[in-house]
C-alpha cells in the first residue's frame, strides 16, 4: 500500500505529540522505572467501565500503548497518513471531534460486545483483560478515508491496486474473520474495537451528511422566501409620527 507525503496539520501534530509524550512519560518512565500504576488506571477494563462506572477509560485508554515500540509507531503512522489529508478536509474542530467519537465509540462496542459475549459463553475473560490504543480511532479515520477518496487507488502489500473503498472493506473483513476464529475479545488483539472504530465513523458520517442536507435545505427554503418579498410603496400622505417595536 503506498501514501502520499502528508502535512502535519495542527490537530494531527498534537495529537502525535500528546500520545507519544504519554507513552513515554508515563508509561516508560513513571510505570515501568517508578512503578506507578498508570497503565491499570487508564486503559480500557470493559468490566471497570459497566460495573465499576470508571467511564473516564472510554475516552483515555486511546492514549495508551504497550511497552512495544512498534504498536505507538504504526498507530501514529495511520493517523499522520489518513489524519492529515481529513483535517484539511474538514477543518481542526470536526476533525477532533470525529476522532474522539471513534475512539469512544469503538470503546462503547467493545465493552458491550465483550458483555454480551460473557452473558452468552459464561466466559468473563474479556471483561478484565486490558485495551489499549487508537487503533479504534485510527480505523475510524480509515473509514472515512474510504467514503470520501473512495476511487482513489491504493497498494494492498505493495503488490496489488485496488480503490480505497475496496480495501477498507477488505480490512473489515480481515478484521471480523480474525475476531470470529480467536474471540471476541481478541486475544492480545481488540479486533471487536477496531470493528468499533469503523462503525463509529460510520454512524458519525452518516450523521455529518444528514444535518449538512437539513441545513442545505434550511437556507433554499430562506432564499426562496427572499425572491418571493416584494416592495409595497404607499404615497398616501400621513401625519402621524412613526413607531418603533422593540
Known amino acids: 500500500m503506498t501514501f502520499q507525503t502528508a502535512p502535519f496539520t495542527p490537530a494531527v501534530k498534537w495529537l502525535l505529540i500528546v500520545n507519544v509524550a504519554v507513552w513515554f512519560v508515563f ?3 513513571l510505570e515501568r522505572f517508578l512503578h506507578f500504576p498508570f497503565t491499570s488506571i487508564f486503559s480500557l477494563y470493559p468490566g471497570k467501565v459497566l460495573f465499576e462506572f470508571q467511564i473516564w477509560q472510554l475516552g483515555s485508554y486511546m492514549f495508551l500503548h504497550s511497552m512495544q515500540v512498534t504498536h505507538i509507531l504504526f498507530n501514529m503512522l495511520m493517523l499522520w497518513f489518513f489524519g492529515a489529508e481529513l483535517e484539511q478536509r474538514w477543518g481542526t474542530k470536526f476533525f477532533v471531534f470525529y476522532y474522539l467519537f471513534c475512539g469512544i465509540g469503538a470503546a462503547i462496542l467493545y465493552c458491550v460486545g465483550v458483555w454480551g459475549y460473557a452473558l452468552a459463553t459464561g466466559s468473563q475473560t474479556g471483561l478484565i483483560v486490558p485495551v489499549i490504543g487508537a487503533s479504534g480511532a485510527v480505523f475510524g479515520l480509515l473509514l472515512a478515508q474510504g467514503l470520501i477518496f473512495g476511487d482513489r487507488v491504493v497498494y494492498f502489500f505493495m503488490l496489488f491496486p485496488m480503490k480505497t473503498r475496496w480495501f477498507v472493506a477488505l480490512m473489515g473483513v480481515i478484521q ?15 479486533y471487536l474495537a477496531h470493528l468499533g472504530g469503523l462503525a463509529a465513523g460510520f454512524i458519525c458520517l452518516k450523521g455529518k451528511d444528514f444535518m449538512d442536507r ?3 435545505k434550511r437556507r433554499q427554503k430562506a432564499k426562496g422566501k427572499g425572491r418571493n418579498l416584494r416592495l409595497v410603496v404607499d404615497n398616501e400622505k400621513d401625519d402621524k409620527p412613526p413607531k418603533y417595536w422593540n
Do not use: R
Open 176 to 190: 471480523f474473520a480474525s475476531m470470529m476464529t480467536s474471540s471476541v475479545s481478541g486475544g492480545e488483539v481488540a
Open 27 to 29: 508509561q516508560v518512565i
Open 214 to 216: 437539513n441545513e442545505w
